[in-house]
């Protein structure tokens, strides 16, 4: 069995390609350097990250896919499921050798499959672009909680960069401990001290004065706009299922806003 | 904090309740990004910000300006008549309490209707300085969607439309006969004269060229039940809509008995959701799968099948269009089938033309095919041929029942792409 090594980083996995071309051998699995599986590969190839093998990779993956095909490889990428690299690189060794059809080619499951991840994560991102709950800081930044299954912060800080460009905003990941603030020009990854998040978002006493009110405005709206008439908890939950509801502020119960 | 007080939570409780029955939610048709100094972007599949207890889709903040009405139409709950708490926003309180709502991502913009308060001009006069105010002072770039008041003067409806994103003109009751009945002060000159000033002057002004106006384009909403239109009725008047008006979207919206005691109005035990969610699906078919609206209702079947979709409907009185091969069938055959969608239809035409596709496949590119198995080739032998029409209907039936599907207006409406992303 073949097995390479490689950084866990995206430009790792390209790497790993151009060595295999190289080496005209395909890996039946790759590892992290870090995991214990890689211990366990005494033969094991070690792949070396570096910028010209990236390039040459890239290079001639734009000629055989689309940008469609493109970004669908990247949000695979980003879905950090269990198996996904030892798929995309199934996948990227197909479309290199192929004609430039690949990404269409649904009937071939290793196709499939990263069109299915890329969807997976497209649509969490795509809740998450409505579900990301801001609250504005003493500094007056806006912040955010998020706690997604996939990394979406690459592509969230697209979404809201040409959205809410001119305020200063974050949005933190407690999953991966990580956030992406913008500065009005552009991203800075920070981590913060876990202790000053409560809640769903962040401790009372770092927010600024008005914002409690503006949450219970929401949360009145939000109570307002139901028809009592066709009340449907279950089509609720189904769109907006309850493991978002801990970071929505229209669904905490209801607290005076004068207390602080 | 810009004029937003505790009286504004007050009136917001009010005008928000006060908007609810107007169904439209979307706050798609247009794409646009933010530039230096502007906030706000639109997407153009539109995004959900949340869900309220009755399921619907929350993306706008769907407001009145005001909730007093000097019009006393029968199926309005905020009809002069009616003696219920009211309220009116300042324009300036209004814009900042949506830039607030906004800088927050609670909402994608802001839906503006109102009941129409001193005169028709009034009305239109306060939403258009809301307008302006978001995108003059606030240099707002997000979605707006303004409700053009019937009897306003055109100038002030073509300063909403160079304001907003989409304008609307609810239609409200398919028929003139029965507006007149239920609306004694509206007719539908009043309604189809704006309508046709905004088609007009959206057709000089192709997207992309010159100033935008109403770049979403111009959208309606009909009541269902509470008059006696049929199903015919009112498709083919969203037909026509679509057609002649060139509307985007028609929303239609089960009565609810607001004013149980209008004896003008039927008794309705509950809301007609069923009635409505076969209208938005009918509605679907003629907009995305190119039906005409006489194949989907027609004189021997005025009413939509209340147990069945539309389509699968359509299926089952034209056997004679199926079994279909999906590796041959064209993309506007592959519509047809009970259980296809744009999207699948569309995966099927590039994955066949790698390779042969068996159903195993088709199942595996999002197509349904407890409900196509019936219509397809190569389904072995259960297509509708050998199993004829009332046995596969009652198979489909026991589908229906078993799986609720989710109202596409209530819902969330349009599958979305996958995010924009390109490599950093």
Redesign the interface.
């Known amino acids: 069995m073949v097995i390479f090594i490689y950084d866990q980083t995206f430009e790792g996995l390209l790497s790993a390609i151009y060595d295999a071309y190289i080496l005209k051998r395909f890996p039946d699995h790759l590892r992290g350097s870090g995991e214990l599986a890689a211990l366990a590969a005494p033969g094991a190839h070690q792949v070396e990250t570096r910028p010209d093998k990236v390039e040459r990779v ?1 290079r001639s993956l734009c000629r055989k896919l689309t ?2 095909g ?3 490889i ?2 695979a990428w980003l879905s950090e499921e269990t198996g996904s690299e030892d798929l995309l690189f199934r996948y990227l060794h197909k479309a290199l050798d192929s004609g430039g ?1 690949t990404e ?5 499951p290793d196709v ?1 499959a990263v069109w299915r991840l ?2 997976k994560i ?2 969490e ?2 809740r998450y ?8 800081t003493g500094q007056g930044v ?1 912040f ?1 909680v998020i706690e997604p299954r996939h990394n979406l912060l ?2 969230l800080k ?3 960069a ?6 200063a905003w974050a949005i933190y990941d407690t999953v991966r401990h990580y956030g992406v603030f913008w500065d009005k020009s552009g991203f800075r990854d920070f981590t913060v001290d876990e202790a000053l998040l409560c809640d769903g978002g962040l401790r009372p006493d770092l927010l600024e004065e ?1 914002e409690r ?2 949450q ?3 949360q ?17 939950q ?3 299922p309850r493991k978002y509801w801990k970071y ?3 669904k905490q119960p209801v607290r005076p806003w004068t207390d602080l | ?1 810009n004029m ?1 007080t505790e009286k ?2 007050k009136k ?3 005008l ?2 006060s ?3 107007d169904v439209s939610c979307a706050s798609s048709g247009v794409r646009r ?2 530039w ?6 639109v ?1 153009s599949w539109g ?13 706008l ?3 009145l300006l005001s909730n007093y009405c000097r019009y006393d139409c029968a199926y309005c709950l905020n009809r002069a008549g009616n003696d219920l708490p009211r309220a009116v926003f300042n324009p300036e309180e209004l814009a900042g ?1 949506t830039m ?2 906004y ?4 909402i994608e913009g802001l839906f503006l209707s109102s009941g129409v308060y001193r005169s028709p001009d009034d009305t239109m006069e306060g939403i258009v300085r809301t307008l302006r105010l978001l995108r003059g002072k606030y ?1 707002f770039t ?1 979605y707006i969607h303004a409700k053009c008041i019937p009897g306003a003067s055109p100038e002030l409806v073509l300063q909403a439309g160079s304001l907003a994103d989409r304008l609307s003109v609810n239609v409200e009751i398919p028929s003139a006969v029965n507006l007149k009945k239920l609306a004694p002060d509206k007719d539908h000159q009043s309604i189809y004269a704006p309508m046709r000033l905004i088609r007009d002057k959206l057709a000089e002004s192709p997207a992309g060229r010159g100033p935008a106006f109403a770049p979403a384009g111009q959208s309606t909403q009909l009541i269902i039940g509470a008059s006696n239109e049929n199903d015919q009725d009112v498709l083919r008047l969203s037909s026509l809509l679509y057609q002649r008006a060139g509307l985007k979207r028609v929303y239609y919206s ?1 009565f ?1 008995p607001v004013n149980a005691y209008d004896s003008r109005l039927p008794a309705l035990s ?2 007609p ?1 069923r009635r409505e969610r076969r209208l938005y699906q009918a509605d679907w078919l003629m907009r995305f799968y190119h039906f005409q609206v006489g194949e989907i209702v027609d004189d021997p079947h005025p009413q939509l099948d209340l147990d069945l979709d539309p389509k699968s409907a359509w299926a089952l009185r034209h056997p004679e269009f199926f079994p279909l091969n999906p590796n041959r069938a064209s993309y506007r055959e592959l519509l047809r089938v009970p259980g296809l969608g744009p999207e699948s239809a569309k ?1 099927i035409l ?2 066949r ?3 042969k ?1 068996h159903p195993e ?1 088709l199942a ?2 999002g197509v349904v095919m407890k409900r196509a198995r019936f219509f397809l080739e190569e389904s072995h032998s259960t297509d509708i041929h050998s199993l004829g029409p009332d046995k596969v209907r009652s198979l489909l039936l026991g589908e229906e029942s078993g799986a609720a599907a ?2 596409p207006a ?3 409406a349009l599958q ?9």
């Open positions: 890239f940008r469609q493109l970004q669908q990247l949000m059809r269409k080619d649904l009937g071939d499939l890329a969807r497209g649509r991102a795509e672009a409505g579900f990301v709950r801001f609250q504005k806006y955010a690459p592509l697209r979404h809201f040409g959205r809410l460009a001119g305020q008005g009110f503006l219970r405005l929401w009145s709206y939000f109570a307002a706009c139901a028809v009592r008439e066709r009340l449907n908890q279950r089509q609720q189904r769109c907006m929505l502020s229209e | 904090m937003i504004t939570l917001l409780q009010i928000g309740a908007a609810k029955y990004e933010g230096p100094g502007s906030l706000g972007s997407s995004v959900c910000h949340s869900f309220a207890d009755d399921g619907r889709c929350i993306s903040l769907k407001v309490l607030e709502f800088r927050r991502n609670y240099r997000g089960g609810i509950e809301p959701l995966r590039a994955a033309r790698c390779r596709l496949h595996k590119l989710p109202n209530w819902g969330r979305a792409p996958l995010m924009g992303f390109q490599r950093a």
